[in-house]
């Protein structure tokens, strides 16, 4: 029977590797060792700590992995030319001015470390800096301008604070964890008002789950700004976190700069499949942002009857105002109901991810409980 299970597949060839025939023989896709259980949230926890989204990947992105596997042997490079012509057609922009990669996570590194490094990074005192603190432990210097009394990113601030060092100001919108969006309108004035010797960074990782994505992205701004970034990824509205695909666009200048940062060359075959699979499902992309709608609506109704505040959300993460988000933390430990512990000194925020209708249950039992309701 060696190598002829599946034939026509890849499974046609495994009578190269006598180990691997074995394995199909037997069944055993992965050499004996248990896999089950490393895919997915652990078994029995209700994870609504990493603003996933559990609708996805897209039936039409597991199709495309399924079916284009078998071409793992293979570099990906010719799929990753046409997922980027598939984005810069989208967003109106020549090919050039896209880089894609592992997630946004690895092209907001570069960025941060590529840009950041000719001078100082500013930044919103409270905002997803794990980039930021890449770079500064690479030696880039930091300066963080507190938030608005009502948790917004202060962008008048931000503009005071721009001194002769800063090289790079990295904004999130919407911004997480507040979740909450700054408007359009007062972003593009902001960058325009920005020397241009200076690269704002505007990471939209959640920007296609606003209210009105078209008013609040910067991308047209694109067009008459060179010292712009903004960042995307499919981790969230395409539910794709962990097949890590993600995708900066910006002047041709910066994306070279950029490109000559990232560790490999954008994304592996079964990211790639997916996203080139799922980038045009209008359906999947409609119902996806229904789910989280819907999931984010059933937790405020659930916090409000709390009697607790949340920030106003745009996002699929809620920041909820607590008495103190660490021992709220604690009690979901206690029944498997994982969220995000406080963030810095922000001791009375806590924040929950949309998710499966009966984590979200999960996660109303625990606070009902905290609160006394
Ligand atoms: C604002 C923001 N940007 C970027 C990321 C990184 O996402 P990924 O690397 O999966 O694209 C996250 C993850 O939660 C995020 O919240």
């Not at 078998?70 to 012509?85: N, W």
């Not at 296609?208 to 981790?235: G, H, M, Q, W």
């Not at 790639?272 to 980038?279: F, H, N, R, T, V």
């Not at 405020?300 to 993460?317: H, I, Q």
Request: aromatic content about 8%; overall charge neutral.
């Amino acid at each position: 029977m060696l190598g002829t299970a599946g034939a026509g597949g890849a499974l046609a060839l495994t009578g190269t590797n006598p180990a691997l025939a074995a394995a199909v023989e037997q069944g055993t896709a992965a050499y004996g060792v248990d896999v089950a259980d490393v895919f997915g949230p652990p078994p029995g926890v209700a994870q609504l700590s990493r603003n996933e989204n559990p609708f996805g990947p897209a039936p039409s992105a597991l199709q495309a992995v399924a079916r284009y596997s078998a071409q793992g042997a293979y570099y990906a490079d010719r799929a990753v030319r046409k997922l980027i012509a598939m984005i810069a057609e989208r967003h109106g922009l020549e090919s050039d001015r896209v880089v894609l990669s592992s997630g946004s996570t690895e092209v907001l590194k570069c960025v941060a470390l590529g840009l950041g490094r000719k001078g100082t990074i500013l930044c919103p005192e409270l905002f997803w800096d794990t980039t930021v603190h890449y770079a500064e432990a690479k030696g880039v210097k930091v300066k963080r301008v507190p938030l608005a009394s009502d948790m917004s990113i202060d962008l008048a601030a931000m503009k005071a604070a721009i001194t002769p060092d800063v090289s790079l100001i990295h904004i999130c919108n919407p911004n997480n964890p507040t979740g909450m969006s700054l408007d359009g309108e007062a972003l593009r004035a902001f960058i325009r008002s920005v020397d241009p010797r200076v690269t704002v960074l505007v990471d939209e990782a959640y920007m296609e789950l606003t209210a009105r994505p078209d008013y609040t992205t910067v991308v047209p701004l694109l067009k008459e700004r060179a010292n712009l970034v903004i960042c995307r990824t499919f981790s969230k509205i395409y539910g794709m976190a962990g097949l890590r695909l993600g995708y900066a666009m910006t002047s041709p200048d910066i994306a070279e700069t950029l490109r000559g940062y990232l560790m490999s060359f954008g994304g592996n075959l079964a990211g790639l499949a997916a996203g080139i699979a799922s980038y045009h499902d209008e359906p999947f992309l409609k119902a996806s942002k229904a789910f989280i709608l819907e999931s984010r609506a059933s937790i405020m109704e659930v916090v409000k009857s709390c009697g607790l505040a949340t920030c106003a959300s745009d996002t699929n993460f809620v920041y909820v105002k607590v008495p103190d988000a660490d021992a709220l933390y604690q009690k979901m430990v206690e029944a498997q109901v994982d969220i995000r512990p406080a963030y810095g000194r922000w001791t009375q925020w806590s924040r929950v991810s949309t998710g499966r209708a009966e984590d979200i249950g999960r996660y109303a039992a625990v606070l009902r409980a905290y609160v006394g309701a």
